[in-house]
Every structure is written in C-alpha cells, then in structure tokens.
C-alpha cells in the first residue's frame, strides 16, 4: 500500500517559518516527481512546488518562489517543503502528491498518488 502522509502544519503568523513533510512508503519512487500542492477554501488545488525523486530538479510557481524550498531526503523517504515570510496568502491544506510526470506538470489530476493534507493557516 503506498502512502504519502503529510505533518507539520499549524498556525503561524505572517513573516514566520515553518517546515512541512511528507514521508512516503509502498514503494520506490525513483522515476517519479514528488509535489506540494496547495487549496485554500472555494479555490482550485494549485501547485506549489516540485522536486525529481532522483535528479534532485527543482520546479516552484512564481507565488513561492524564493520563499519556498522543497527537498527530500532519500534514506529517510521524506520529501519536506520549507516555508519562510509566509503571508496570509499562503492559508490553505497542503498536499504531498507523487506523479510520473515531467517536473513543471501543474494539473493535479496528473499526479497518481496523495497524502491526506496537512492544514497551514497564516494569521496575526
């Protein structure tokens, strides 16, 4: 059974830092691209950032872009993404995806595996 399982949300407030990950399991995911996608309420799911399983290419959408890091660590079967300066813009459930796909795919229904999500909320 794979499974992608999301933490480290929480509330913060504007301009703070937070850390989420997504461990992974089930299976080897050396051909795939692993992705934080987001949806804030009454919006569509949107593509945050990207990351090749085995090149280590990274891929960000111009909403995160030098704020946003995403990485993974292959022996801990971890993909993290790095939140700094987070805006109240950047309130919604996050989710860890993993895909066969080139690294700037951007349509979710691309994306053949998903984590639960993990709420982050950016508030004073």
């Known amino acids: 059974q794979v499974l992608l399982v999301e933490s480290g949300g929480g509330l913060v407030q504007p301009g703070d830092s937070l850390r989420l990950s997504c461990a992974v399991s089930g299976r080897t995911f050396n051909s795939y691209v692993m992705a934080w996608f987001r949806q804030a309420p009454g919006k569509e799911r949107e593509l945050s950032a990207a990351?090749?399983?085995?090149?280590?290419?990274?891929y960000y959408t111009d909403s995160v872009k030098g704020r946003f890091t995403i990485s993974r660590d292959n022996a801990e079967n971890t993909v993290y993404l790095q939140m700094n300066k987070v805006k109240p813009e950047d309130t919604a459930v996050y989710y860890c995806a993993a895909g066969r796909v080139t690294i700037a795919t951007i349509l979710s229904a691309k994306y053949d595996y998903w984590g639960r999500g993990t709420q982050v909320t950016v508030s004073s």
């Open positions: 990351i090749g399983w085995s090149s280590g290419s990274t």
